[in-house]
Nanobody, 126 residues
């Protein structure tokens, strides 16, 4: 079955960097768009970034553009999110997301996601 396992979260100070990883299994990664979403307490889950199946297209939320970089390694079944210049407002649980259908964009809504990881907490102190 599909498994998405995030790692790399933690407690950092404003301005620091973190790299999140998502180990995938149970499906053919190279066929699917992947993404990262986040959810802060009391908020809805929101889109952060996505990357298409062959890494030729990436999209970012305006709030993270220029600071975060999404990448993938289909040979290692891994997805990553490099987060630089972290801000307190980036504090959230971050979720790895698998697109619902092969060769189909996730879009910026949770409805485009077929499976989620369990999430990893990122806390940024001021």
């Amino acid at each position: 079955q599909v498994q998405l396992v995030e790692s790399g979260g933690g407690l950092v100070q404003a301005g620091d960097s973190l790299r999140l990883s998502c180990a995938t299994s149970g499906f053919t990664l190279r066929l699917y768009e992947m993404g990262w979403f986040r959810q802060a307490p009391g908020n809805e889950r929101e889109f952060v970034a996505s990357i298409n199946w062959d890494s030729t297209s990436t999209k970012y939320a305006d709030s993270v553009k220029g600071r975060f970089t999404i990448s993938r390694d289909n040979t290692k079944n891994m997805l990553a999110l490099q987060m630089n210049g972290l801000k307190p407002e980036d504090t959230a649980v971050y979720y790895c997301a698998l697109g619902k259908h092969i060769f189909t964009a996730i879009g910026s809504e949770a409805g485009g996601v077929g499976d989620w990881g369990q999430g990893t907490q990122v806390t940024v102190s001021s």
